[in-house]
């Protein structure tokens, strides 16, 4: 964590200085804005703590709720999410607040005793596997609230505007601010109030019955399975030794997924409820907590759960829709869009693989960072584009492994020829549900993959993925990855060639490069952070002798930054050895990095004229 | 972390529900109180935390300052501080936040060019070789924020009472409050009024000008030498590559101990001013910033500081000296003490080893359960009378090792003959100056070393040093010893023997004798938090299961705590074995450990007649 950058700093850390916007914010609703986020869910909330780090840009996020979410359905948090919040600057402290899911267990019937269910297999969770973050379960409120006080405490200081409601919008051909926006006050003094707003770009994260998806006229296509599922969160005490392990119960009395949550006594059931008929319009959802609880007992059996609570239930058919548009752009038009869709608003699913909160949070990361790129002027408005391109297939990929989970856990016993089968499609699938299969196609965004070869480990078009390397000016071991902060800006490492000269031929060539991109007034690495990781050992380079473009100075004080220069372990407080670990050719590489942590480019450190190639068309040069 | 217990909640778990003194806490100052604390340093803060955490106890603590502390001195945090931050729920939020100490490098003259300095050493910092906590750099002013913070979000809601000097007291020979206090507010609505109140105890953590160490009649004993230092954080900019790296520079023109901060960018240096004149008077400590700066580019010769903002700087002649007692009772009587000194107000000594903080902690840390342990009825009041038994030895090393090393920084160049030898004498002693060393004798809460041979890794009256094992109700690989939070509970472990049966016998037989001592209306575990770690794998092992003591049913809800079975790793998660790491017999062991996380005893799981005897010294039976 870096500050006393501006000078001496005696508070908390996290709260950054106020900037822009930020400082005197009006409490109420200005009549224009640059950015409106209508909805304070998990694609929302991420997106204003994104937009807070752009406090040039005026940002409200309006939800028709009179304050926090009390009570959020969404549990599930996946490695990819973790890393996310790793640089909104909060997963040390949801981690030590979570449920960690470190096993998986599979349950079916007795062979002796069909009546009775058995432990049938058990498999590690796929998390620390994959990467250095956990996969967690913690009440989606609490994620809320992090996120929250990330945008709160951001320069741009972004608090929610609870009880005003979306009401609808109109898009006209023109102005500085082409879109306006229809709200009513729902809770507060104003109560009952409507007004008119303008705003220069809209984004949806208004859940699944979105009204910004129906005032752009965009459809939810899909439909809902005649199956249905019963779910609550209830603190009991049972004899089921397995209430705190994640588990797949499949008896001939139903199915389950049993999901422990926070705190070390909660857990999550989902409980078969069975095929719907026909004629039931909707009659399941009215089933009685008595009949769900009474459900679980019986697919539990021989064990049972005595309820003490019952914090929340619900019933549901399982869905799977996805949105035709995600943005107000039709199809062949090259218009810029101004209106975006994210979230269970352009994807539903069922819950059960844990992916819906997810995949919504990464749509308001893809999303935010662009648009504080255009508004600010780094980029083209064209970037804008590339959020739906991007975002699509990514929601139908997860609406197609959904179905398929879904499908998988509510089979009957007959149905399933080999009780390890569910264990192994688990772990197989694993990197999808983890967070980490999005790999984004070429773009103005997404470079040519011809030089993947010299980074094998860092896969073109998916997220950078951390490694431990020593930094220089200290000697310690770190995550390159987790310094780069959700601060909006863009990193470069440049990955040294054998004798390092490589790497500091490169920094001489690019240093003007960056330069273009960045404006004048601003500090020298507010675009392009550009980082060293050298080959040799920490303790035979001295980080005084590295080129500017590593040390530059920054800031009112013009204090030199001593965190861009690292070298590759092993060492003595880890193993890791990021030139053997991700693949990286001894010519050295250079690693270009979206803010959205995606691999952009993968370059020789002799090729800066591609890389400005690549430069030029992603970016705006700086007035 | 567990929460939910009392039912769900939906906010930040970190908030504990408010209870006792704790709910409609009065602003003012009340005329009675139990426990009044004098001075918010990190002592007070800790022991106010740790008050919060009983909050059937009246607690206030008053600091003449009239808000938080905004500069502090003190910055360095052994490993043993931060287990101890772990225990307040605070650790992994200030590890993220602080300096790393990973390596210390040392400095002396170039042989060749004598007025040049060159790299003579480098060394490994000891922290990650001695426990699993770090060895930080953080700015004090924090360390007291997240102390307030755990004492506002325990049950008891105790905040400081600001602007509120201590002016006096007299001890009593009788009565409910037998501590009459005189306060004067000097700041605030009441400025200038001056009150008296009445306490059961009165702790002094007011410093080295202790009024509360006047107030009965002790002495601080000692004096100072005749060498002065200067010390500052600055923010410079500088072609000194060891900025960021703890170093020794011992140079022809003096000497400089360098301490990386927080933050990147700011570091302090204590600068060696050499001896002073035995007329001086302390006029050294009017020396100018600007002569300090031009003696530390002296010293960093043919290196230099461009210094850009000077954030704190002092001049101080280092001094020793320990309070000729710590409490109000007099050598020979046997009366219980109603006053006591900790910290500063007993202790002072140079800052160079980075000691003073820590100890302090530690202080308050010793009398805090220890009050709310009488003043709850739970042990008698001869416990407080080891406070002063059990720290004032503590503080003797501290100020011989002090010595020692602040002696071994002050040399010249040529008294030195070996480059190596600070290094060496650096590692050689690392347990102390981390925090690890204090070893507590034999007394009404420490029994006897009879039984260390079963577990030689858990030295008797040394801290209880964490291990890794491994859940068995979820499989997570966890540390047993940060689930013992700083709640004013005893932990005893129960080491399983090879079948396990060896601890289901001791705790069928234990189980009676912990309930003797703890009361019928409170929960099973309100005194004695105890666990079982079994030998078994966790796979081989059923929570549901194990005795009914490892299961206890609390809260108002009866609601089954799963977090007190173990399994010995190693795991898939983990290399640990603790039976085997921590040198356990095979016959098992049970290991009693005070609330402030020092081992009290160790016995055999057969001696449950010598436990009661153990307990019988240390508990009252509870009413």
Redesign the interface.
């Known amino acids: 964590?870096?500050?006393?950058?501006h000078?001496?700093?005696?508070?908390?850390?996290?709260v950054l200085p106020a900037e822009g916007t930020g400082v005197d914010r009006p409490v109420e609703l200005p009549d224009e804005i640059d950015v409106l986020i209508v909805g304070s869910g998990p694609a929302g909330m991420l997106l204003a703590a994104q937009m807070s780090q752009f406090p040039g840009v005026t940002t409200r996020i309006i939800e028709k709720r009179d304050g926090r979410l009390?009570?959020g359905q969404a549990d599930g948090i996946q490695p990819r999410s973790v890393e996310t919040f790793q640089a909104f600057g909060f997963a040390?402290?949801i981690?030590?607040?979570a449920?960690?899911i470190?096993?998986m267990n599979f349950w079916g019937p007795d062979p002796e005793r069909p009546e009775n269910i058995v432990r049938t297999a058990?498999t590690?969770d796929y998390a620390?596997d994959i990467c250095e973050f956990p996969h967690l379960i913690v009440?989606q409120?609490?994620v809320l609230?992090y996120f929250a006080e990330a945008a709160a405490d951001g320069p741009g200081r972004i608090l929610p505007d609870y009880g005003v409601e979306f009401t609808g919008l109109t898009v006209h051909d023109a102005g500085e601010h082409p879109v306006e926006v229809r709200v009513r006050h729902v809770a507060g003094p104003r109560e009952g109030e409507e007004r008119t707003i303008r705003a220069k770009y809209v984004v949806g994260c208004d859940g699944a019955r979105s009204g910004v998806r129906d005032a752009i006229g965009r459809t939810h296509v899909g439909g809902i399975s005649a199956h249905a599922w019963g779910v609550m969160?209830v603190?009991?005490?049972?004899?089921?030794?397995d209430?705190?392990?994640k588990c797949a119960i499949n008896s001939e009395a139903g199915n389950i997924l049993h999901i422990?949550?926070?705190?070390?006594?909660?857990s999550r059931m989902y409980i078969d409820l069975g095929e719907v008929a026909d004629d039931d319009n909707h009659e399941v959802r009215k089933t009685p907590i008595e009949a769900i609880i009474a459900k679980a007992n019986a697919i539990l059996h021989p064990y049972a759960i005595d309820v003490?609570?019952v914090?929340?239930h619900s019933v549901y058919e399982v869905g799977h829709r996805i949105t035709d548009g995600f943005d107000d752009v039709d199809a062949g038009s090259t218009a810029a869009p101004r209106v975006f869709l994210t979230g269970d608003a352009c994807h539903t699913h069922s819950a059960k693989a844990g992916q819906g909160m997810n995949v919504s949070m990464q749509d308001g990361f893809n999303i935010g960072w662009k648009l504080g790129a255009v508004l600010t002027g780094r980029s083209p408005e064209s970037l804008l584009s590339t959020y739906g391109a991007e975002r699509r297939p990514v929601a139908q990929q997860l609406i197609d492994f959904d179905r398929e989970w879904s499908t998988l856990m509510a089979r009957k016993p007959e149905e399933i020829s080999d009780p390890q089968e569910l264990a192994t499609y688990y772990l197989a699938t694993a990197e999808f549900p983890s967070g980490f299969m999005t790999q984004y196609t070429a773009s103005m965004i997404t470079g040519t993959d011809a030089h993947q070869g010299l980074a094998t480990g860092f896969p073109l078009g998916k997220r950078f993925k951390s490694a431990e390397v020593v930094r220089v000016?200290?000697?310690?071991?770190v995550h390159l990855g987790h310094h780069a902060k959700a601060d909006g800006r863009w990193r470069v490492y440049a990955f040294g060639d054998e004798s390092g000269a490589g790497v500091d031929a490169w920094a001489a060539a690019a240093e003007p490069l960056f330069a273009r991109f960045t404006p004048t007034a601003a500090d020298v690495d507010a675009v392009f952070d550009v980082k060293a990781v050298y080959r040799q050992a920490a303790?035979d380079l001295?980080?005084?002798c590295a080129p500017a473009l590593f040390q530059p100075?920054t800031g009112p004080?013009?204090?030199?930054?001593?965190?861009k220069v690292y070298a590759s372990g092993p060492s003595?407080?880890t193993a890791a050895d990021v030139f053997a670990d991700r693949g990286l050719s001894a010519d050295g590489v250079v690693i270009v990095v979206r803010p959205d942590q995606y691999v952009a480019a993968i370059l020789p450190l002799t090729a800066v004229d591609e890389l400005a190639g690549f430069l030029e068309g992603a970016f705006l040069p700086a007035s």
């Open positions: 964590m870096q500050f006393h950058h000078g001496y700093v005696s508070g908390d850390p996290r009390v009570l040390e402290r981690i030590a607040e449920y960690n470190g096993w058990r590690a620390y009440n409120a609490r609230d969160d603190l009991v005490n049972t004899d089921f030794p209430w705190r392990t422990p949550r926070e705190g070390g006594y909660l003490k609570e914090a929340w000016a200290d000697g310690n071991v303790e001295d980080v005084t100075k004080l013009g204090l030199t930054d001593w965190e003595k407080w």
